[in-house]
């Protein structure tokens, strides 16, 4: 058809899996070699992902996951973007009882129209989590979802659900867990770019008298060049990169 009605154009390579099952262990592998859409309109692959997880809660996983993206490509009406080296990583552990879980995502160079940055890195990790608390809100919050079956939630329904889970947030409360930013870095022609950051819950688990001056406490760092601070503080990014 014509204008707007024109139809697209979709390539796609297909993709081959497998996973299997044993006991509480799960090991399963995705690759799709790629999919185009309009010839270069949006093009993207290869993609790969594998995972190695294992039940030691009821709703609690450990383990790795792990996937690489090749390249992603899209042309559009405000300009060109670009992603290669795209990779997304996630890992938990129990030790003595505690989760850690970490997640990290990393792009080697991106492109937006004349703007380029490169080996963007971003790292995220909450720790000091109980594995039976967490297992326990997992399923509070799992029996809530089935009851509700998709239904808008009552008032009274949402403070039963509150009610329920109160304990398990302060069983996990109790162990002062912790939210951080391991790294945040990229490199851009004004220099490189470091964050890093931490925020942990200090309180006496006490959910209800929570105080965020008192019960957390938290740090960050940032380095980076003038220059670039000042492009960012100019660019209003909402209007310049993402229009609209």
């Known amino acids: 058809a014509d204008g707007d009605d024109k139809g697209s154009h979709?390539?796609?390579?297909?993709?081959?899996?497998?996973?299997?099952?044993?006991?509480?262990?799960?090991?399963?592998?995705?690759?799709?070699?790629?999919?185009?859409?309009?010839?270069?309109?949006?093009?993207?692959?290869?993609?790969?992902?594998?995972t190695?997880?294992?039940?030691?809660?009821?709703?609690?996983?450990?383990g790795s996951f792990g996937s690489t993206f090749a390249s992603f490509n899209f042309k559009g009406p405000a300009g060109a973007a670009s992603m290669t080296g795209i990779s997304l990583d996630s890992?938990?552990?129990?030790?003595?009882?505690?989760?850690?879980?970490?997640?990290?995502?990393?792009?080697?160079?991106m492109r937006?129209?004349?703007?380029?940055?490169?080996?963007t890195k971003l790292r995220l990790v909450l720790d000091q989590i109980g594995t039976q608390a967490m297992s326990d809100l997992s399923r509070a919050v799992n029996r809530?979802?089935?009851e509700q079956g998709g239904k808008t939630a009552a008032p009274e329904d949402l403070q039963r659900m509150l009610a329920a889970i109160k304990p398990s947030l302060a069983a996990i409360a109790a162990d002062q867990p912790i939210f951080a930013i391991e790294e945040l870095s990229f490199t851009a022609p004004q220099g490189k770019v470091q964050a890093s950051g931490k925020v942990q819950y200090v309180g006496d688990g006490n959910v209800e008298d929570f105080a965020f001056g008192t019960d957390v406490a938290a740090d960050a760092k940032l380095a980076a060049p003038i220059a670039l601070i000042d492009l960012m503080l100019k660019m209003q990014a909402a209007k310049t990169v993402v229009p609209g």
């Open 112 to 119: 937006f129209n004349d703007v380029s940055v490169s080996d």
């Open 52 to 62: 190695d997880l294992t039940v030691v809660a009821d709703s609690v996983w450990i």
């Open 144 to 146: 809530y979802t089935v």
């Open 91 to 109: 890992d938990t552990t129990d030790t003595a009882g505690k989760l850690k879980s970490g997640a990290s995502f990393a792009i080697k160079d």
């Open 10 to 50: 979709l390539q796609w390579s297909g993709l081959s899996s497998s996973f299997s099952m044993s006991g509480n262990h799960l090991i399963g592998s995705l690759e799709a070699p790629g999919m185009k859409i309009d010839d270069d309109v949006f093009v993207m692959g290869p993609v790969a992902m594998k």
